[in-house]
């Protein structure tokens, strides 16, 4: 996990030129931060095809980017034509709506790079045209957040929902809006304890009317004696 002096670093970064400056702290940040790495087939690639290694910024990108994979949820959307305006009501929305979620825009070649030799190769097809991932930290609530999600992309014509990754799960949009409507735990084992009880309560209410029953038998069998006799 990052701590909270990196944290603010990455955060500043995000809104400074990428100066000289911006490069050497990106550096700093990749070195310094002990970060969870995906599990892959192939290691990944450290040299271009022209044989020379990547640059630090890029080498900074797919250290982020493959982070973010690995720490958590992440759902994937596509923007086009979204005004600067629009993209920070965007985010402002995610923030206060939809479990402090964040947004990134990133490059579709370098995340395609990053899932590439793991077990999310298929989120390659996600990543198409201008691109960025919505996260959370891990302790935000993330199923009401993706809920929140779908309900915001879909008042934004200029957004469409890709899909989602949830631990292992992979998601298209519409299993997205199947996950995110489950039932939680509590309302599961109010169903289960529901189950459980039903059969009790009709065996109480058998036995209940048993007595009743032949109390009833007992007095029709009394009214046929008597009117014999």
């Not at 944290?7 to 990428?18: D, E, F, M």
């Not at 919505?134 to 890709?162: C, T």
């Not at 199947?178 to 304890?193: E, I, S, W, Y």
Request: proline content about 5%; charged content about 20%; aromatic content about 6%.
């Amino acid at each position: 996990m990052y701590s909270a002096s990196l944290l603010a670093l990455r955060n500043s970064l995000s809104i400074v030129r990428p100066t000289a400056l911006r490069l050497a702290l990106c550096t700093l940040a990749t070195a310094t931060t002990t970060r969870p790495l995906l599990e892959r087939s192939q290691p990944p690639k450290t040299l271009t095809t022209y044989k020379k290694p990547f640059t630090k910024r890029k080498q900074y990108l797919f250290a982020e980017y493959e982070t973010q994979m690995a720490l958590g949820p992440i759902v994937v959307i596509q923007f086009n034509n979204l005004s600067g305006a629009e993209q920070l009501d965007f985010r402002r929305s995610l923030k206060l709506s939809a479990s402090n979620a964040h947004m990134m825009v990133v490059r579709p070649k370098m995340f395609k790079a990053v899932v590439r030799h793991t077990k999310y190769i298929n989120m390659s097809n996600l990543f198409s045209g201008p691109s960025a991932i919505i996260y959370w930290d891990q302790e935000e609530d993330v199923v009401a957040g993706m809920r929140k999600v779908i309900e915001l992309v879909g008042k934004q014509k200029k957004i469409i929902l890709m899909g989602a990754k949830y631990n292992d799960l992979l998601l298209n949009p519409e299993m997205m809006k199947g996950f995110v409507n489950l039932p939680n735990v509590d309302q599961l084992r109010a169903q289960v304890v529901g189950v459980l009880e039903s059969p009790a309560q009709r065996l109480a209410s058998a036995i209940k009317r048993v007595p009743q029953r032949l109390v009833g038998v007992l007095k029709q069998k009394a009214d046929g004696e008597a009117q014999s006799e």
